[in-house]
């Protein structure tokens, strides 16, 4: 334990003071050591082709708001390491962030992240904007460029619910902690490329949200389609992507049920049509 947390039980005077809105920040000046230290890890690690990586991430955004979407498998190389990942998480009651890339580190910069937004409001008495989350997330990431160069990459997207724009919004990033608004759809991961040509195909600017759902789950089923490293629907066990939504009220995870029914949906169409369904010519 960091010295500052020692002795007579009396909290260090960082704590009796007014400290930055940065809970990075605060750590970083009150007890580093406890900061997750990825900087630091031997460059003779493990190949980075050989840890674990989560793969697809989806967003469509809705008249009402936006839709995360996530596919369950992690990669080690050519080996399934995990059939039921969760790559979704909830970072406030109006954002969530989906996570592609080196999956031990991703988790851990969710998880800060959460955080951060956290402490934000707490110091601040009001949430941080959408526009500052997604900045605040580029800042995060940006400290994750030296293991980034040795082929530990983690990529976010980032969705919310603007409440003063009343409306869902996407944000994607590079590795180096590059910030970008995305219009309407987005995807990230090995299957990606795939993900986007259905999300391309099957956007309507008057989706419901139960429709941004069957779409995204009609890009994860293309990407596992072509993309050995996309876990599509396993009927058998029952695992079935994760979906999130976000509208004015708030976010909310879909139900195992909810989902279930909309990915039987997708698997039972693709019987007769394999390839999915099709965009009007005109």
Same mark, same amino acid.
């Given at each position: ?41 031997? &460059? ?5 082709? /050989? ?8 967003? #469509?955004?809705?008249?009402?708001? #936006? ?13 399934? $390491? ?51 989350? $997604?900045?605040? /997330? $580029? ?17 976010? /997207? ?33 299957? &990606?490329?795939?993900?986007?040509? *259905? ?12 429709? *941004?759902? /069957? #779409?995204?789950?009609? $890009?994860?089923?293309?990407? *596992? ?55 009007? #010519? &005109?």
């Amino acid at each position: 334990m960091s010295e500052a947390f020692m002795g007579s039980g009396r909290l260090p005077a960082a704590f009796m003071s007014p400290g930055p809105t940065s809970f990075v920040d605060f750590l970083r000046q009150v007890s580093p050591d406890r900061l997750p230290n990825f900087a630091n890890l031997p &460059s003779d690690s493990s190949p980075a082709h /050989l840890t674990p990586e989560a793969t697809t991430i989806v967003a #469509v955004v809705f008249s009402g708001g #936006v839709v995360l979407a996530g596919d369950r498998r992690a990669t080690s190389g050519n080996v399934i $390491a995990n059939r039921d990942m969760d790559k979704l998480f909830r970072t406030d009651e109006f954002s969530a962030v989906g996570i592609a890339g080196s999956a031990g580190i991703g988790i851990e910069l969710a998880k800060l992240f959460q955080v951060e937004l956290e402490h934000y409001e707490k110091r601040e008495g009001r949430p941080l904007s959408l526009e500052g989350k $997604a900045n605040r /997330l $580029a800042t995060m990431i940006r400290s994750n460029l030296g293991l980034a160069m040795q082929g530990f990459v983690v990529v976010p /997207l980032l969705v919310g619910y603007d409440t003063s724009r009343g409306e869902g919004r996407i944000f994607s990033y590079d590795p180096v902690g590059g910030c970008y608004e995305e219009h309407r759809y987005h995807a990230i991961g090995s299957g &990606s490329v795939y993900a986007k040509g *259905a999300l391309k195909k099957l956007y309507r600017d008057d989706l419901a949200e139960t429709d *941004a759902a /069957l #779409v995204a789950l009609q $890009a994860l089923y293309d990407a *596992a389609d072509d993309d050995s490293a996309t876990g599509g629907p396993d009927l058998h066990r029952k695992i079935y992507p994760l979906v999130d939504v976000i509208t004015e009220d708030g976010h909310r995870r879909m139900s195992h049920e909810e989902v279930e029914s909309l990915a039987q949906t997708v698997v039972a169409a693709r019987a007769e049509h394999p390839d999915g369904p099709t965009a009007p #010519v &005109s």
